[in-house]
């Protein structure tokens, strides 16, 4: 079935410093997102990027889709941005959304 | 950005108790989840369904059956809820599963406890 490989598993910062997140995936992906999560939080959708680069604020998504791959680049870390980080891809012709297990990101003042 | 509404936000049962879980997306999505998310292993689907009357498995759908009423509701119903089922689970709706507009939206999600 589909698989999706988040790494780190976890990060902690401190603010001010940059973040890199990455997501590998088992196939093709005609479908990528990427979300955040407060502990005990709702899944809120920060971009949706199934190929090439995409910007929303401070963060900045690269999906490369023959590499089976995407990042996702927090500049400038602050406080609030401590939560989980979940990949999610669909594979052609499944039509469903994998999740990755996440990436527990801290950062510290 | 898509408004997805569940509830009831909290819920304790005990086992073998009948549960119903709501969910409602004001959007006109096509397409509705239910997910379940538990440590250790993420964010799994259950059913989803492409408009009213719809129903599609997932990849965990043992012991829950959902149905979707209208093209806002969807519902994830437990008959026989036991406590492997105790977990926090998210609607989501999108307006398609592929392409553009595959981007799924989520709800605030409800915490069930199993007894």
């Known amino acids: 079935g589909q698989q999706v490989q988040q790494s780190p598993a976890s990060l902690v910062l401190q603010e001010g410093e940059n973040a890199e997140l990455q997501c590998n995936f088992s196939?093709?992906?005609?479908?990528l997102q990427w979300f955040y999560q407060r502990p005990g939080g709702s899944l809120v959708s920060l971009l949706y990027?199934?190929?090439g680069t995409k910007h929303t604020g401070r963060l900045t998504s690269t999906t490369v889709t023959k590499e089976r791959r995407s990042s996702l680049h927090i500049s400038s870390s602050q406080i609030t941005d401590s939560g989980t980080y979940f990949c999610?891809?669909?594979?052609?012709?499944?039509?469903?959304?994998?999740f990755g297990h996440g990436t527990i990101l801290r950062v510290h003042p | 950005e898509a408004a997805v509404t569940q509830s009831p936000r909290n819920k304790v049962t005990v086992t073998g108790g009948n549960v119903t879980l709501s969910c409602r997306q004001t959007?006109?999505?096509?397409?509705m989840y239910w997910y379940r998310q538990d440590t250790g292993h993420g964010l799994r689907l259950i059913h989803y369904?492409?408009?009213?009357?719809?129903?599609q498995i997932g990849d965990v759908p043992d012991g829950y059956k959902a149905t979707r009423t209208t093209q806002e509701d969807f519902f994830l119903l437990l008959e026989l809820a036991s406590p492997s089922q105790t977990s926090l689970y998210f609607c989501?709706?999108?307006?398609?599963?592929?392409?553009?507009?595959?981007?799924?939206?989520f709800g605030p999600g409800t915490r069930l406890t199993v007894l």
């Open positions: 369904s492409y408009g009213a009357g719809n129903l």
């Open positions: 989501a709706s999108s307006d398609a599963l592929g392409g553009h507009y595959a981007e799924q939206f």
């Open positions: 959007n006109s999505h096509n397409y």
């Open positions: 990027n199934p190929s």
């Open positions: 196939s093709t992906a005609t479908q």
């Open positions: 999610a891809f669909t594979g052609a012709n499944t039509g469903k959304l994998t």
